[in-house]
């Protein structure tokens, strides 16, 4: 169910290595580079996962330990929904391509009368879910194909910085979790290479995840659709296209992983079943490596689900984190906080 729902989303919705000598370098000067800290993750209560990932860095950026990883091998991948911020009930993207069906509606009045349109205008979640894949699809090239790159990037940046979730009546880029904030900051300070790796839209999360996590956009792999260039009276641009070109999710993401970045994660980190084959691609590195699943408990806090939750779900994914002592980091135990504005 997971990997249909997110395959149709992220359709739809857009559904080197250095120079020898500066790597020497680098490994010369690593120990003097990752100076103690009093405590790296604050929002992280103390017990066995939090000691286990200090434990893994420390052990890894020390030269003189055995299990030392060159700076230029630190890859780290981590999911976005639900594993960097909140992702229920629907992914977010999707609540975007709503709201740009209701500011566009005075465009197309047949909307009112014409499915999936009028379901959405009605704010009818399973009206449009009756629709099927067909039914995203439209809406996904009403909202989003035949735009430029620059257009999109304008139109999501606007709506990121103004929408407010329909439960939570928060702004979404408040829903991001700050243990997991604490957790990317503390391995690029280690010398981690962070990626997103995520079934959502590419472009969707390039324009305000940079200034969000600190993750650059280049660092950033995620479904697409494709795109041409055109050259429209000495004006170079690219234009968005209703037609499927990667999906980053389930086994595409290490596909992905390979393509985009073309080196093996040693720390890899989802929440959900589309998460399960990056983090066994992770689990296959020759380097000392960390897997790590986000497991949702906390109703009150949050949401609670997994085995049977048609967003997020986690089922074999928990399975194989317990066969194989993967970390889970459990919200409701393991987490001080779970959103900013919640401190």
């Keep these: 169910m997971k990997q249909k729902v997110v395959a149709v989303l992220a359709f739809g919705l857009l559904l080197t290595a250095s120079c020898t000598n500066y790597v020497k370098e680098q490994e010369k000067t690593n120990t003097a580079l990752v100076t103690p800290e009093a405590d790296p993750l604050p929002s992280w209560n103390s017990g066995d996962i939090k000691e286990a990932i200090i434990k893994y860095v420390e ?129 690029q300070n280690n010398q981690f290479k962070v990626f997103i790796v995520s079934g959502g839209g590419i472009d969707f999360m390039r324009a305000w995840a940079e200034k969000v996590y600190g993750i650059p956009k280049d660092q950033i792999v ?52 589309g998460d399960l084959q990056m983090l066994q691609w992770a689990a296959s590195n020759k380097y000392s490596n960390l897997e790590l699943y986000i497991h949702h408990t906390d109703a009150d806090r949050e949401w609670a689900y997994d085995r049977k939750s048609a967003i997020g779900k986690l089922d074999a994914g928990l399975d194989e984190a317990q066969k194989k002592n993967w970390l889970v980091t459990d919200m409701k135990r393991d987490w001080k906080t779970i959103f900013p504005e919640s401190k």
């Design 59 to 187: 052990s890894v950026t020390d030269s003189a330990d055995k299990s030392y990883i060159p700076v230029q091998d630190r890859i780290a991948t981590f999911d976005n929904d639900g594993t960097l911020w909140a992702e229920q009930p629907v992914y977010f993207q999707f609540f975007y391509a709503l709201d740009k069906v209701r500011e566009m509606a005075g465009q197309h009045p047949e909307w009112k009368t014409i499915e999936p349109f009028k379901s959405a205008l009605m704010n009818d979640m399973g009206g449009i879910m009756r629709q099927g894949e067909k039914g995203v699809l439209a809406i996904v090239a009403a909202t989003h194909a035949g735009m430029t790159t620059s257009q999109f990037d304008s139109s999501v940046s606007q709506w990121i910085d103004t929408a407010q979730h329909p439960v939570k009546k928060m702004h979404y880029t408040s829903m991001v979790y700050q243990p997991m904030l604490e957790l990317v900051k503390y391995l």
């Design 222 to 273: 995620g479904s697409s659709i494709k795109s041409k260039y055109e050259y429209n009276n000495g004006q170079p641009e690219i234009i968005k296209l209703a037609e499927l070109d990667f999906i980053d999710d389930n086994v595409g993401k290490p596909v992905g992983i390979q393509k985009f970045i073309g080196r093996k994660p040693v720390f890899a980190c989802g929440n959900s079943d």
